[in-house]
């Protein structure tokens, strides 16, 4: 272990074990969910936040499923998304009716970017029946009239780093969700 790697971290906030275990409980919950429907599930992972978190979840279920992923970015991000979405990634698949879609994300925070998301994909690719998972949730900061469906931490407004999150490109690879140190950022 790398100890100066990892001093940015104030306190673990959700420890690997913990994710663990919810990611396998929000697995069942979405089984359950999915089971009798006739259309094939589609998890649509938007990058590159969600790829630690989509990885274990796509594991865990035992349900046949489809992959893709978007990229996704805030024009004019600096702490905190605006509504103007640009797409640096697009999808692989044109048609979306025939899908359940399941959004996997890392976090929610202001909704903005899945406001736009939910629109386009109803809009461009015909995306009938959508879903929202994801690992942690930031009711505190919410913009837009969002909500999840299958969320596994509903945490407070910190800095969270780790499991996919980033702080200037780097921590995505902590195999926990910690808060990040805030004489680092201010
Ligand atoms: C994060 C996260 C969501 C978005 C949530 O992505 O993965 O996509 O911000 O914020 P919002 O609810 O306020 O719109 P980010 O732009 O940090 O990119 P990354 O996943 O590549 O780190």
Known sequence: MNLDYENVVERVLCSGEEISERVKSVARDIEKYYADSDKKLLLLGILKGSVVFMADLMKELKLPLEVDFMKLSSYG????????????????????????????????????????????????????????????????????????????????????????????????????????????YE
Do not use: M
Request: include cysteine.
């Open 77 to 184: 991000k600096g702490a905190v998304s605006t509504g103007n979405i640009v797409i640096k990634a697009g999808l692989e698949k044109k048609d979306l009716s025939g899908y359940n879609v399941l959004i996997v994300e890392d976090i929610l925070d202001t909704g903005n970017t899945l406001y736009w998301l939910v629109d386009y994909l109803k809009r461009e690719h015909g995306a009938q029946d959508i879903k929202i998972c994801t690992l942690l949730d930031k009711p505190d900061r919410r913009e837009k009239p969002i909500f999840v469906d299958f969320g596994c931490f509903s945490i407070p407004d910190e800095f969270v780093i780790g499991y996919g999150l980033d702080y200037n490109e780097l921590y995505r690879d902590l195999p926990y969700v910690g808060v990040l140190k805030r004489e680092v």
